[in-house]
């Protein structure tokens, strides 16, 4: 989101500011910087106008970068995901990039990210090795013990046979073990904040040994913790904490297909589906089983590649819900006040779906007079087929309304009815991916964010406005 202010002096100087919010939109937007070889493309990573001068490096928060401009003004960007973090009393910027491991840490790790406020080691194999994850309280690890399919009564009709080598791909921040069983793939990515876990189904033939009578297919995890950490089950998905401090979260995870041009989307569940997430304990030890519906992935009309897409986020109360959507879950249709939350990607398919992002405002200047604002959000998946109309959301100030704490009513209320509209035409999902869509915010815009400067943080609602309608 871009906002331009004006910041008073003790001089009465006029400053002009430009404040730029970056927000995750969907599987067609999400929070994610383009990456080339591992390196985050932000609006002020190519500056083509020559507008940026220099950075104003004593400036910078964990969400916010602010430059100076060539014409004498300024710029402040701000995001809803880590873009710095602390090292040593200075903050740095984060890189994803996966690389040797040329550290004297897990030197039986190959691979190895070290550039943000956690430092993650990856094994030669994901089965056999184990990916450490190293935070200021302690370490942990994980690794995948097998990968089955089960009956109804959760008898095991099905066990994936894992190759014993792997051949290994670095890209865009991510490392991909390829060809772990036949047509499958497993891929690791950095985030800001976290770092997700994808099993990649090619195509069919990588079900096609499944039996009939399988209900689910299942992964099977284990997690290792320091003691004196402490794992639990929540709204939000399975927690880890140390103490009361809450360090790590694995949400809700999800498997989506790859979007078709032959495929007609009426709902939600045509294109994605939730997975069930249950977990084990024993001492240190957490076993973790995500399962997903066989039906789903077996369906005629799926269309390949399928990511099974569990996720781990660090330091989640910084980040969970900065983020966030509802759908129709059967049983509790939208606008039901029991209706789930769900933290990650903004996605709004069929009308009545939402979705949001919140963002820190804590390094705007004091009674800053804000001259102008948009939202900025990167396209990073999930295209509109060639030849149907483009997908465009309305941008929704959610003014109070605090989406990480609200409840699922008072958001649903405020995106579709009671909210002001900021922009009636943003750009959601179009048929051409990897690029930056920008909407102007509008109406009260300006003085929402400015009367906002008070609580900290704006926020922004989506919803479908016109134009294609299936799932993203």
């Known amino acids: 989101m871009t906002k331009h202010y004006i910041s008073m002096s003790k001089l009465s100087l006029l400053i002009a500011f430009s404040l730029i919010m970056m927000g995750t939109l969907s599987k067609a937007q999400k929070q994610k910087a383009v990456e080339t070889a591992g390196t985050q493309v932000f609006p002020w990573t190519n500056d083509q106008s020559h507008e940026l001068k220099n950075e104003i490096v004593d400036k910078r928060s964990q969400f916010s970068k602010h430059y100076q401009l060539a014409n004498g003004n300024q710029r402040m960007y701000s995001s ?9 009393n200075s903050w740095s910027e984060i890189s994803k990039e996966i690389k040797s491991n040329t550290t004297s840490t897990h030197t039986s790790n190959p691979y190895y990210n070290g550039t943000n406020s956690f430092k993650t080691y990856y094994p030669q194999n994901p089965f056999s090795g184990k990916v450490y994850t190293s935070l200021h309280e302690g370490e942990m690890n994980e690794n995948i013990e ?11 009709v099905y066990q994936f046979q894992a190759n014993s080598t792997q051949e290994i791909s670095l890209e865009n921040g991510s490392i991909v073990y ?25 195509n069919q033939q990588s079900l096609n040994n499944i039996p009939t009578n399988a209900a689910y297919l299942v ?17 939000n998905g399975i927690d880890i904490y140390k103490v009361s401090n809450w360090l790590a979260n694995l949400p809700t995870p999800i498997a989506f297909e790859q979007e078709s041009a032959n495929k007609t989307y009426e709902n939600e569940t045509e294109a994605m589906t939730k997975g069930e997430m249950t977990m084990s304990k024993n001492g240190n030890e957490i076993t973790l089983y ?68 919140k963002f820190p405002l804590t390094t705007l200047p004091a009674n800053a007079a804000i001259t102008s604002a948009s939202y900025n959000g990167y396209h990073y998946n999930g295209v509109v087929p060639v030849g149907l109309p483009f997908k465009y959301a309305s941008i929704i100030g959610m003014q109070n309304v605090d989406p990480v704490t609200a409840d699922s009513f008072s958001i649903h ?9 900021y922009n009636n035409n943003f750009l959601f999902g179009k048929d051409t991916i990897n690029r930056w869509r920008t909407g102007v915010l509008t109406g009260t815009a300006l003085t929402d964010i400015a009367a906002q400067q008070a609580q900290g943080w704006t926020a922004l609602g989506f919803k479908i406005a016109t134009g294609y309608l299936n799932a993203q």
């Open 219 to 235: 992964i099977k995890e284990k997690v290792t913790i320091p003691s004196g950490w402490s794992v639990k089950s929540s709204s």
């Open 146 to 156: 097998s990968v089955y399919a089960i009956d109804q009564n959760g008898n095991i």
């Open 413 to 421: 209320t405020k995106i579709t009815s009671t909210g002001p509209i």
């Open 178 to 202: 390829n060809n772990v069983f036949p047509s499958t793939s497993i891929r690791y990515s950095q985030g800001s904040d976290g770092r997700k876990f994808d099993i990649v189904l090619q």
């Open 290 to 357: 995500t399962k997903f519906s066989m039906d789903w992935l077996k369906s005629s009309t799926r269309s390949f590649p399928i990511f099974l897409d569990p996720t781990l986020t660090i330091y989640p109360l910084l980040t969970a819900m900065n983020t966030g959507y509802m759908l129709n879950v059967p049983g509790l249709p939208l606008p039901s006040p029991a209706a789930p939350k769900f933290s990650g990607n903004i996605r709004i398919t069929a009308g009545g779906t939402v979705a949001w992002c």
């Open 80 to 88: 809803i995901g880590s873009i710095h973090y602390k090292n040593g």
